[in-house]
């Protein structure tokens, strides 16, 4: 059981973006003088991976509704993104938890712990040299994640990026729900551990006007 986020996209959110293209997969996109792009329809998906134990074994889980603004113009999909806002409600946190459980004490103990957490918000970005990044919103304060991205048949994109829960002072919360979780995050080396540090996943599929 897990911390989010985002933005992911999602993070999550959007989970929902400063990164550079490492794979250079980007230079895949038709750019044309000054094209209008959208979302295509609920195909937008957030998620996240966090850890537990001091193995730090993985636990995924996605936010099943985002919201995001319109998309603006640009000479490419990327450069139309830019600027495009979204919020993700935490409500709509699903870790797939057959004990149905794990859901409630991350909203309880996760996020109550923290200041207005009913939505993750946050901003993308493109910077220089295609580098993308997300402002992400979250127990009151706004910080930036850098992403990797990759394009799938010109109109795919797919975002990742870690997100360092501290940097939102968010280390009560991940304490919180640590000792909530107290056995279930506890190794074969006795200790129980939550890590503050969480992978978000995102992908966007777009369409030009």
């Avoid at 000054?34 to 979302?39: I, K, Q, R």
């Amino acid at each position: 059981m897990k911390k989010l986020s985002l933005v992911a996209g999602s993070l999550a959110l959007l989970a929902a973006f400063s990164c550079n293209n490492a794979t250079k997969v980007a230079e895949q996109e038709t750019s044309t003088s000054d094209a209008s792009f959208t979302l295509v329809q609920d195909s937008t998906k957030v998620s996240f991976v966090a850890y537990k134990t001091t193995d730090k074994v993985p636990v995924g889980g996605q936010f099943t509704s985002i919201s995001i603004g319109d998309l603006g113009s640009g000479s490419t999909a990327l450069e139309a993104m830019d600027g495009t806002e979204f919020s993700i409600p935490v409500s709509s946190l699903f870790t797939n938890d057959p004990t149905g459980t794990r859901d409630p004490k991350i909203l309880e103990f996760f996020f109550g712990f923290m200041e207005n957490t009913e939505l993750i918000s946050g901003v993308f970005k493109v910077g220089p040299d295609k580098q993308c990044a997300i402002d992400v919103s979250l127990n009151g304060k706004t910080e930036s994640i850098p992403l990797t991205y990759t394009v799938v048949n010109d109109s795919k994109y797919v975002f990742d990026g870690v997100m360092e829960l501290a940097n939102w002072d968010a280390l009560g919360a991940v304490a919180s729900i640590n000792k909530a979780c107290e056995a279930l995050h506890t190794g074969a080396d006795g200790i129980s551990k939550t890590w503050s540090e969480v992978a978000v996943h995102a992908e966007v599929l777009l369409a030009k006007k």
